[in-house]
């Protein structure tokens, strides 16, 4: 539904992309993760046919960005960090009225609206000058604004940036419903967000996408061999001088806040597994847990972005 082949795009001598490359399948959820000035922005502006890319190609539900501008944008919702809103008219109003921008009847566009409000919960605030409402209803009615003409792609910059930690778990909540009926692609800077929302990560680093997959794919292929946690009754310290023996395991250490908890490393699972179980049992150590210790996403973030 999204593709985008070696995007290259400078300002002046100074470069923004250098090579963006990336793929979203129809109806998932993707999350675009970079620091600041990473390029997050100037691609999602490039897709959006806002500006132009130097070289490389981009398509929007088989159609090239540069080759068939219209036809991408009848099949687009853009929700800027800053949605683009009219805050002199009613909130009803400015969406019959972008609806009717969009190319819908009357008809449809005022049952499309309420649809909308019911959906996203601002038919109270239908009669409400946007300038007077809040931050977090003002996203609403910018992801309203973006979902009106109901397009195949929805392209978000940092939906949640400024709200509250409910007003966050809202739009959370309605951009999780909107998984298979809409492609989605959204930048955020909060990880746990992109973590439990999104299909696939893209990160990017200084103009380039440096990693992309699912969170377990890029964990891993960031690892080497998969981290474990071991948790007994008693004597940890003495089970680790016993679990050196073994060759198979690595980075092999007490955690430093719980004295019963051991942390290792290997790649080969199965046989080591066993090996580690019959270690604790034979030595009267009490089995408590054994369990895989997964990177969470910030940890993948700061090592390829650092």
Known sequence: MIEVVSLRKSFGDVPALTDITFKVEKGQIVGFLGANGAGKTTTMDILCGCIGADSGTARIAGFEIS?????????????????????????????????????????????????????????????????????????????????????????LDEPTEGLDPNQIVQIRELIKSLRGQHTILFSSHILSEVESVCDQIVIVDHGRVVEQGTHQQ??????????????????????????????????????????????FRTSDQDQVLDRVAQEVLSGGHGLQELAVKSKKLEDVFFQLTH
């Open 67 to 155: 080759e068939n501008p219209i036809e991408v944008k009848k099949r687009i919702g853009y929700l800027p960090d800053e949605p683009p809103l009219h805050k002199e008219m009613k909130v009803e109003e400015f969406l019959l009225y972008v609806g009717q921008l969009h190319g819908l009847t009357k008809a449809k566009s005022k049952q499309r609206v309420h649809e909308l409000m019911e959906r996203l919960e601002i038919t109270d605030m239908r009669n409400r000058l946007i300038g007077h409402l809040s931050k977090g209803y003002k996203q609403r009615v910018g992801l309203a604004h973006a979902l009106v003409h109901d397009p195949d792609v929805l392209i």
């Open 218 to 263: 890029l964990v891993s292929r960031l690892e080497s061999g998969r981290q474990y946690q071991l948790r007994v009754r008693q004597g940890a310290s003495t089970l680790v001088e016993k679990l050196k023996s073994l060759p198979a395991l690595s980075s092999l250490a007490l955690d430093p806040e719980n004295e019963q908890t051991i942390s």
